[in-house]
């Protein structure tokens, strides 16, 4: 009995151990701050009917602002071709577009893959999902994005669409 | 002289039939069925429901099925016909297909006939109707596969379809 109550204790310690030291791990901590900067972008693109003014009008700007100035973007399909350096007014113009085209955009983006290649640069590989309203179809579209830390927050410098298949 | 009441016996069998007769070797075997569970359902099998029509009549919109990882595993390989999940940069989101090109084959699809090397591809699997879809000849390199939805009755330019790395395939669709 006392040795199966060490045996419990010892474990749960390894785990808790586990747990801080993976907690503290600095390069962790920064690959979970950029999945959340970049499931913060996936919420504040979507929008729903009936917003605001004030929402609708700040949208090209707070969606704008997650990405460098300029951003090169690559994104071939025919309902959203981009291609090539997009500064930050260009963008705001496409996100104007995409807001008065559109009643609703639900965005969630999967299996969010960082790798930091230098302390201020990182890559992520990710899934989207993105339903239109009132489109029964949806898009699932994978993206490569590079992004830089610019004033202590994670920028897109780089958006690139990648087709799982082709 | 001993006192107390005995329980009925309803209440025996609901102890016996849920806790069993020795709580210890039933909480046992929670956690070796808990284990052997999560352990299959993560490395071996995954179930994916199917969220598009792309792969009707074979498996329908809403059902859930089986991926077997180990199908591939050690030296086998894909074989044309198989069905297979497709990841994407995880697994939460695959793609469900139908291989019907290997590596180093040229596929072409012809007024929806599906060509290999040149050959007419017999599909019994596809229903009679079917659209005349076209896909110039592409030849495929060491490494990757041809894959399409058993659908081809929708238009050709909402189906995705074609090459894919082989690395990509997560496993076989087997139920």
């Not at chain 1, 900067?37 to 996936?42: M, V």
């Amino acid at each position: 009995m006392k040795r199966r109550l060490t045996l419990s204790v010892v474990l749960a310690a390894l785990a808790l151990a586990g747990v801080l030291w993976w907690q503290s791990d600095p390069e962790a901590r920064e690959i979970r701050r950029i999945q959340k900067r970049l499931t913060d972008l996936a919420a504040e693109v979507s929008f729903a009917e009936g917003e605001s003014v004030l929402n609708r009008l700040s949208y090209p700007t707070r969606v704008a602002a997650f990405f460098t100035d300029p951003t090169h973007l690559e994104i071939p399909r025919d309902e959203a071709d981009a291609k090539g350096s997009y500064t930050r007014i260009q963008i705001e113009q496409i996100l104007t577009g995409v807001r008065a085209t559109r009643r609703g955009l639900h965005v969630t983006f999967f299996d969010i893959r960082v790798e930091l290649t230098e302390s201020s640069r990182a890559s992520a590989h990710l899934t989207s999902r993105i339903e239109s309203a009132g489109d029964r179809d949806y898009w699932i579209q994978e993206f490569r994005l590079e992004l830089t830390r610019q004033d202590g927050a994670w920028s897109i410098e780089r958006l690139e669409g990648i087709r799982t298949i082709e | 002289m001993a006192t107390g009441t005995a329980s009925p016996p309803i209440l025996d069998w609901i102890k016996a039939f849920t806790i069993g007769r020795s709580p210890q070797w039933t909480l046992i075997r929670v956690a070796i069925l808990i284990v052997v569970s999560t352990l299959v359902f993560k490395y071996v099998l995954l179930l994916r429901r199917i969220e598009s029509i792309s792969m009707a009549p074979t498996l329908r919109e809403g059902t859930v099925h089986v991926v077997n990882r180990l199908a591939y595993a050690g030296k086998s390989l894909p074989e044309r016909g198989d069905i297979v999940a497709v990841r994407t940069s995880g697994e939460t989101v695959m793609y469900i297909k139908r291989v019907i090109g290997l590596p180093g084959e040229t596929i072409e699809i012809r007024s929806g006939t599906v060509h290999v090397d040149g050959a007419p591809l017999d599909e019994p699997y596809l229903p009679r109707r079917r659209r005349d879809w076209n896909r110039p000849p592409v030849k495929l390199k060491p490494e990757e596969y041809f894959v399409v939805g058993d659908n081809r009755t929708m238009d050709q330019e909402l189906h995705v379809f074609g090459r894919i790395d082989g690395r990509r395939i997560v496993g076989k669709v087997i139920w």
